[in-house]
């Protein structure tokens, strides 16, 4: 079972989009649960981004990528 | 002979204690001490804080500028010619940094307030220096400038120039991940030097091959809306009025 790493959808109210800015955590490295893992940039504000789980991080979207409210930048297995 | 002002009184009654209210740090001491406001409130040792300083000239770089290649050499050529460059938390371009500027750092837990989005966390930042500047008669509005430096959707400003930047950085509350520390950061011109401050940001920007430029037209200094209005020493007038505003809205929005 995989578990998404998502930009919450509910954490700007336009339609800006974001930056992928740093992963703290290597693809396919092992995360811990809580431990921020990257950060994200919109409207001037990055956001840091905590595991949602322990496990072995899958990167979706690399620095310097556009991303949504909503999308899943990773995944933890 | 001009009506009295009630707010002008209030401040020229100020006591000494309250005159001091402007902190002023080192660059690197006040980046150390914005972190350590947003460590307190992630790890639940505090619930919302407020500080107002100021430092000395720089410039302040965000992370994402900070990694770009050859950064560290081209600061190095800056802080040569006066502008040593630091780098910060919070999102966005280049600053500057000087003493005639002032600097709001807030920090607070989003469980404070109802699930605040971005833009809520501006608004919180950005309606108290508009609350302070309206209380002396000089309207701010908040939007975007073209040619400021470090633009986006929530500078302050006056005159249709930018008189304050703002940036952010959310971290999650480590008890309560769902919930985050919001620290919120406001840098208003009061008696800068736009000139240099422009030349300097141009030029960092150019050989780390930025292609944004900032034009010092775009940019005022508070000093010149409100210089019969504040006291003879502006910054700490301003300052003291900042922050008994923050302290209210923090007070405020815990009892909420």
């Known amino acids: ?77 | 002979m001009r009506a009295a002002d009630p707010s002008r009184a209030k401040i020229v009654g100020m006591s000494a204690h309250q005159s001091t209210v402007l902190k002023k740090y080192r660059p690197l001491d006040a980046l150390e001490r914005e972190a350590l406001m947003l460590e307190r409130v992630a790890s639940g040792t505090s619930i919302h804080e407020c500080e107002v300083w100021a430092t000395t000239q720089c410039l302040v770089a965000s992370q994402r500028m900070a990694r770009l290649a050859g950064f560290h050499d081209h600061a190095t050529t800056s802080a040569a010619s006066g502008w040593p460059v630091h780098v910060r938390g919070t999102g966005g371009s280049l600053v500057p940094q000087g003493s005639g500027i002032i600097n709001v750092s807030l920090a607070f837990a989003s469980t404070l307030a109802a699930a605040p989005t971005i833009e809520d966390a501006y608004a919180a930042l950005c309606q108290p220096i508009v609350d302070v500047l309206n209380g002396f008669g000089c309207p701010a509005l908040i939007g975007p400038v073209a040619g400021s430096f470090c633009d986006g959707g929530y500078n302050i400003i006056v005159g249709n120039r930018k008189v304050a930047g703002t940036a952010q950085r959310w971290r999650p509350l480590y008890n309560e991940p769902a919930h985050h520390a919001v620290f919120a950061h406001a840098l208003i011109l009061v008696d800068a030097d736009l000139l240099s401050a422009a030349h300097a940001i141009n030029a960092l920007n150019e050989v780390c091959g930025v292609a944004s430029r900032v034009k010092a037209s775009a940019h005022a200094n508070l000093q010149e809306h409100l210089s019969s209005k504040l006291g003879h020493s502006a910054r700490d007038d301003l300052a003291y009025r900042l922050q008994m505003r923050f302290d209210e809205m923090l007070a405020a929005m815990h009892r909420a």
Not at chain 1, 15 to 22: E, M
Not at chain 1, 46 to 51: P, R
């Open chain 1, 1 to 77: 079972m995989s578990i998404d790493i998502v930009v919450p959808a509910n954490l700007w109210d336009g339609d800006d989009q974001a930056v992928v800015t740093v992963w703290l955590a290597s693809d396919g490295g092992q995360v811990v649960k809580g431990r921020v893992i990257a950060e994200i940039m919109v409207e001037k504000t990055q956001y840091e981004i905590a595991a949602p789980a322990d496990g072995t991080l899958k990167i979706a979207s690399n620095v310097d990528d556009i991303v949504e409210k909503g999308s899943v930048i990773g995944t933890i297995v």
